[in-house]
């Protein structure tokens, strides 16, 4: 089933390469990209830090600062790499 809707899902991107509007991100897919992947990276960062310091205190303060930071310089990557045409169809 999964096999079958991957395939079918290509097929269908196959057909609307030509659009070149179909091959950029909308900005609002960037934001819940970022946004997901810096719960996954805080929640390593948390744990790291926890193991070095030995603080559970400290370790959420790392995390709470740098899971801002570190959304924001990711939705600004994102969309820097959309505006460059290097490898894209």
Known sequence: MIIDSFISSTKKES???NDPKKNSEKPIRSLVK????????TIDTMIISWFITGKLTMALSIGSIEVI??????????RIWNLIKWRKQ
């Not at 930071?69 to 994102?78: D, N, P």
């Open 69 to 78: 930071t570190k959304m924001i310089l990711y939705y600004g990557h994102e």
């Open 15 to 17: 057909t609307k390469k």
């Open 34 to 41: 970022a946004f997901s992947w810096r719960l996954v990276g």
